[in-house]
Structures are given as structure tokens and as C-alpha cells.
């Protein structure tokens, strides 16, 4: 079973930082692409920034120059470094991942997974 865990959200004031991590764990063959995406009170989800197997990353507009996106491949974790937060980027920050597993009673299966969320914050 796939599982994505996410840590590091919380509370921040204006023009602070956090960052944000998520671990993939299960069958995984290969990871494609991982991002991360956020929904606000009242919004619909949006992506904030990817990364693909190759390194390639894309961002919103609203977050370039502030956020990056890293990844450890080899610990199939991604981060989100987010600086300069301001009251807009408060949201629940998903982390998802486009993936292959391989089970041996099943064989190669793709699949679009998410983590359970985690809270950030930006007020004073």
C-alpha cells in the first residue's frame, strides 16, 4: 500500500518560512512526478509547484521566487521550501505523487496518489 506522509506545516508570521516535507513509502517502482498542491477556505485546489524524475520543475505564478521544490530521490521524499509566506499562501498544502508500484501477485500499476494534508498558516 502507497502511503504519503507530509510534515512541517504550522503557523507563520507574514515574510516568514517553513518547509514542508512528504515521504512516499509502499511498492513503488518509479516515482514520475511529485508536487505539491493547496486548497484555501472557500477555493478549489491548486497546484503550487512539481517536479518531475528528470529534475524538471514547474511553479504558479504566485509562488515563483519564494517557493522551492527539491526532491531526494533516493528517499523518494519531496520538500517545499517556502519563503516570504504571506497571508494568500495560507492553505491545506497536499503532496501528491504519479507512480508505478510492482507486486508480485499483480504486477506494475499506476497510480495518482495524496497525502492527508497538512495546515499552513501565515497570520500575525
Known amino acids: 500500500q502507497v502511503q504519503l506522509v507530509e510534515s512541517g506545516g504550522g503557523l507563520v508570521q507574514p515574510g516568514g518560512s517553513l518547509r514542508l516535507s512528504c515521504a512516499v513509502s509502499g511498492s513503488i517502482f518509479s516515482i514520475f512526478v511529485m508536487g505539491w498542491y493547496r486548497r484555501a477556505p472557500g477555493k478549489e485546489r491548486e497546484m503550487v509547484a512539481t517536479?518531475?524524475?528528470?529534475?524538471?520543475?514547474m511553479y504558479q505564478d504566485s509562488v515563483k521566487d519564494r517557493f522551492t521544490i527539491s526532491r531526494d530521490y533516493a528517499k523518494n521524499t519531496v520538500f517545499l521550501q517556502m519563503n516570504s509566506l504571506k497571508p494568500e499562501d495560507a492553505a491545506v498544502y497536499y503532496c501528491n505523487a504519479k507512480l508505478t508500484t510492482y507486486y508480485s501477485s499483480s504486477g506494475f500499476s499506476e497510480g495518482d496518489y495524496w497525502g492527508q494534508g497538512t495546515q499552513v498558516t501565515v497570520s500575525s
Open positions: 517536479i518531475t524524475s528528470g529534475g524538471s520543475t
